[in-house]
C-alpha cells in the first residue's frame, strides 16, 4: 500500500511560531544533558532509494527518545517558584520518562498520567526515573485531561507533550543536529503525533536550509494531520486504532498546526503492516531495536522509495516498545515480508497421506514451524481432515511458489 498524500500550503504568516533562534537557545540549555544521537546507515534501503538513507538514531537517547530534549528546556525555563510546586505530565511512556528524567535532574517533582493499558516496560521506567504515576482514560488525550485538572487542583506545572514553544524548541535541536551531520541532505522524514518534533525540526531545518524537503510521516489509524491540513485547522479525530502508540494523538497542537502548514512540504501515512515491515527492517539491516511509532519515517520511505530525494534523512524517534508487543510486531512484519505463510490444506484421513502432504512441501523448501489437525471444519468432506500449516518462507514469491505445488499436487489449499 502506498502513503496516502495531502500536500501542504505556501507559507503564510502566523503570530505565535518557534523559530530558528529557539531551537538554537534551546539547544544550549540542553549542553551536557541530551546526547548528539548517530546517524546509521540502511544500505538495503539507499539501494531502492537511488542514494544514502540515514537514520537519525533517538532510540538512543537518554531515557530512550527524542523527548527529553523538549521536558528538559520546558522545565528548566520554569521559575524555583514553578519548579516548587511540581509538574504534571500525561504520555503514552516516552515524554513520561523524558519529563520524569528532566524533572528529577533539575530537582524538581513529577507526576505522570499515563493511559490505563500502558506498556509496563514504560510505567516502570517512568517510575523508576523519581515520577509518581497515576493511570487515566484509554488515550493520550484522555489522560492529558486528567494531566490539566491535576493541574488546577495542585498548582503543578503541565508540561504539555507538544503543544509548547519551549517543547517544539527543544524538539527541533534533532533538525540541527542533522544538518551538521549530513550537511548534503535534501530530505528530513519525521514520524509525526502531535507535530512537535515535526514543527521543531521544520523550524530548525527551513531556518537553515529552505532548500532541504521536510516530510510527516503518521501512522494511517491516527492520521489527525492530513484531514486537519485540508480544513485549514485542527480537526480532531472520532476514533483511532494503531500499534503505534506513540504518535496516537487526536488533533494537532494549536501552536504545531500552522507550523507544520507552513513549513512542512509534505505529510503522508502508513499503515500498520508498513509499520511492522519497517521494525522488522530496522531490527534486521541495522541492529536497531525501534517502536512502532519510531519506525513511522522508515515505513513511509519503504513504502514510496522514489518519492525521496537522497541523501535521506529518517529520524527514528524512540526504541521504548514492551517486548510482548515486540514478539507480535515481528510476527506481523514476518507475514508482510512474506516470510512467514499460514495455510489450511484438506487432505483424506488415511495413513501416510499426511507423510506425503510434507513432502511435497519439502521440495518447496517451506520450513514446517507448526502442523495442526482438525476432522471438523466447514466445507470438509466426510473422511477429510484439515490440516493447518504455518511455514517460514523466503518472500512473496516463495510462498506462492509453495502454493503453487500444493495446488499442482491436487491439494485444496487456503491461505490465511
Aim: hydrophobic share 45%.
Amino acid at each position: 500500500m502506498r502513503p496516502r498524500r495531502c500536500h501542504t500550503a505556501g507559507v503564510t504568516v502566523t503570530t505565535t511560531r518557534v523559530g530558528l533562534d529557539d531551537v538554537r537557545a534551546a539547544r544550549e540549555l540542553l549542553a551536557g544533558v541530551a546526547r548528539t544521537t548517530p546517524l546509521a546507515g540502511l544500505r538495503g534501503l539507499s539501494d531502492k532509494v537511488g542514494g544514502p538513507v540515514l537514520l537519525k538514531c533517538e532510540n538512543l537517547q537518554r531515557a530512550g527518545s527524542f523527548k527529553i530534549r523538549g521536558a528538559y528546556v520546558r522545565i528548566a525555563r520554569l521559575s524555583a517558584q514553578e519548579r516548587a510546586r511540581g509538574v504534571v505530565a500525561a504520555s503514552a511512556g516516552n515524554h513520561a520518562q523524558g519529563v520524569a528524567l528532566a524533572a528529577s535532574l533539575l530537582g524538581c517533582s513529577s507526576t505522570v498520567f499515563m493511559p490505563e493499558a500502558a506498556p509496563l516496560p514504560k510505567v516502570a521506567a517512568t517510575q523508576s526515573y523519581g515520577a509518581s504515576v497515576r493511570f487515566a482514560g484509554s488515550t493520550v488525550d484522555e489522560a492529558l485531561v486528567a494531566a490539566s485538572a491535576f493541574a488546577v487542583e495542585t498548582g503543578a506545572v503541565l508540561i504539555h507533550p507538544f503543544d509548547h514553544v519551549d517543547v517544539i524548541a527543544g524538539q527541533g535541536t534533532v533538525g540541527l543536529e542533522v544538518l551538521e551531520q549530513c550537511p548534503e541532505v535534501r530530505t528530513v522524514v519525521v514520524c509525526t503525533g502531535g507535530g512537535g518534533l515535526l514543527g521543531g525540526i521544520a523550524a530548525a531545518v527551513k531556518g537553515l536550509r529552505p532548500d532541504v524537503r521536510v516530510v510527516g510521516a503518521q501512522a494511517a489509524g491516527a492520521a489527525a494531520f492530513p484531514d486537519s491540513l485540508a480544513a485549514g485547522r485542527p480537526v480532531p479525530l472520532t476514533a483511532m486504532s494503531t500499534m503505534a502508540d506513540g504518535i496516537a494523538i487526536g488533533r494537532p497542537g494549536d501552536l504545531t498546526f500552522p507550523l507544520v502548514r507552513d513549513l512542512v512540504d509534505d505529510v503522508v501515512t502508513v499503515d500498520e503492516e508498513a509499520l511492522s515491515r519497517a521494525l522488522l527492517h530496522c531490527l534486521e539491516r541495522a541492529k536497531l531495536l525501534v517502536e512502532p511509532a519510531g519506525a513511522a519515517a522508515v515505513a513511509a520511505v519503504m513504502e514510496d522509495p522514489g518519492a525521496y530525494a537522497p541523501p535521506v534523512v529518517a529520524v527514528v524517534s524512540g526504541g521504548n516498545v514492551d517486548p510482548l508487543l515486540l514478539t507480535k510486531v515481528v510476527r506481523h512484519g514476518l507475514v508482510a515480508a512474506g516470510r512467514f505463510l499460514s495455510l489450511r490444506v484438506a487432505i483424506e484421513d488415511r495413513p501416510g497421506n499426511l507423510a506425503s502432504l510434507l513432502a511435497v512441501l519439502a521440495t518447496t523448501g517451506g520450513n514446517v514451524l507448526d502442523v495442526e489437525h482438525s476432522r471438523t471444519g466447514r466445507g470438509l468432506h466426510v473422511g477429510e481432515v484439515e490440516v493447518a500449516l504455518q511455514l517460514e518462507t523466503r518472500g512473496h514469491a516463495h510462498g506462492q511458489e509453495v502454493l503453487d505445488a500444493l495446488s499442482a499436487a491436487g491439494y485444496r489449499v487456503a491461505a490465511d
